[in-house]
């Protein structure tokens, strides 16, 4: 169980936490970015922050949804050795292959 459970896993939250960090940046600069439109007009400048929020928060929902059922698929291979019928054709059993 630890060699299937413990690579898969690294490798997944790994490669999720990248993701997370790649679709997160964008927001947080928009955010932030936004403070110059406080000259121009405050409702854009209120409008592009609570546009930034709502994607960090779509973001962080999407991302912790997909990496639990990541989770689970590999749990679920390292307790019974198959994998879960949607991920039948990956090769779950060998996470660094190909990379």
Do not use: K
């Not at 929020?53 to 929902?61: E, H």
């Not at 019928?85 to 990379?99: H, M, Q, W």
């Amino acid at each position: 169980m630890q060699r299937t459970w413990g690579g898969g896993n690294v490798v997944g939250e790994t490669g999720f936490g990248l993701l997370t960090t790649l679709l997160i940046v964008p927001g947080v600069v928009v955010f932030f970015a936004s403070g110059f439109l406080f000259g121009v007009s405050v409702a854009a400048a209120f409008l592009v922050m609570a546009s930034a929020v709502v994607w960090l928060l779509v973001t962080a929902a999407v991302v912790t949804a997909v990496s639990g059922i990541c989770r689970t698929a590999f749990y679920r291979l390292a307790v019974d050795g198959r994998a879960l019928a949607a991920f039948a054709d990956a090769n779950l059993s060998r996470p660094f292959r190909g990379v």
